[in-house]
Structures are given as structure tokens and as C-alpha cells.
């Protein structure tokens, strides 16, 4: 069974800083990586998707990695702003299966 | 892009009464939702899949009985809620998956947020 971590639970930086979000999975056999925000009460936004031949996308100031060899990717924001506080979620699909097994997230909050 | 609503976007109701939320697909065709739901800090869960046309599947652990899914249309997906109770409160999320999108793409709805009182 595929099993999603995300490290850590929860950050809390200064606005303009970079930082990076973890997340590791344990069944390489994906076909690929979403990374999704959530503000609180609402639904997913799919920020990134990596498809498993790749080894990262970029959207504006965000970068997403992906080593499926080594069961990771992580997520840079690049020069962080308050409205990037929400909740950070990655997810994989493995090869030939509908659903996705999703992170237990990570909490940002961005300090104005 | 893709766009899929959720209605309501939040209910309250009483104990042992029944609740049905509707999923839409808006400007696609969505031959396969998904429901999902999410407890207070915990992430999301897969409840079951739904193609249209044919019996949902349902995860282990998920009463079919109780989370009645209806896939009638290409564009409209809806899970009632039978007989609930307080511990069914929680954050439920559709997504859709297209026709013609590709397969690995699932577009999420905004959710629904039930509290049974």
C-alpha cells in the first residue's frame, strides 16, 4: 500500500524567504506527482504535476522536483508571500490505478 | 480550464435525516468522479470511485449503504449521506476526470462541508 509523508506539518517563515516543502512516498511505481493547495475550508488547487518520466515542472515561483528512485519531491516558493499561507498537499497515483494517495500536508503560514 | 461545482458548498442537518451533494462537471464530460472526504487536520481519503453509467466502487471501510453515489450523466455525480450522524461531519471533495483529458488529470471540486448535529 502506498503510504505519503510530508514533512514538516506545519512552517511558519517570513514573507520574501524561500522555502522548500517535503514530500516522500513509498511505492515508486507512480505515474506521477501532483502537488494541490488547500486553504482552509475550501477544495484542492492543483498547483504542479510531474509525470514520472520528469524530474521537475516550474509554475511562476514555484519548482517541484521529483527522484522517484529515491521515494521524493519536494516543492520550492521562491520569494514566499502572505498568500501563500494554506495548506500544501502532494499526492501520487500508482501505475494503473484510479485514485490518489495523498500527503498528510503541510500547514504554511507566511508572515507579512 | 476544467471546471467542476459542488452544491451545496456547505449543509447542516439533524441527526438520522439525509443529505445528497451534488457534483458537476461544467464544461467537460466526466466519465469517472471520484468522492473524497476530509476529517478536521487529517488529509483527504478516497471514499469511492464512480463511473457514469455503472455501480460505484467503494474503498474498504466505506458503508455503500450509507454513502449512496449516483453517476446518472456524463456531467453530474451525487453522494447522499443516509441516515447521518455527527461522526459523518466532515469535508467531502468530488473530483471529475474528463473524456477526452488525460488520464492522470483529475480536477477537484471546491467541497462540501456537513455538519450533523
Redesign the interface.
Known sequence: KQEVTQIPAALSVPEGENLVLNCSFTDSAI??LQW?RQDP??????LL?I?SSQREQTSGRLNASLDKSSGRSTLYIAASQPGDSATY?CAV?LTGA???F????TRLTVIP | GAVVSQHPSWVICKSGTSVKIECRSLDFQATTMFWYRQFPKQSLMLMATSNEGSKATYEQGVEKDKFLINHASLTLSTLTVTSAHPEDSSFYICSARGTSARTDTQYFGPGTRLTVL
Not at chain 1, 41 to 46: A, N, P, Q, R, V
Not at chain 1, 102 to 105: C, H, K, L, Q, S
Open positions: 505515474y506521477n494541490f475550508g475550501k477544495g484542492l488547487t492543483s504535476l509525470q498537499l497515483p484510479n485514485n490518489l495523498f500527503g498528510t500536508g
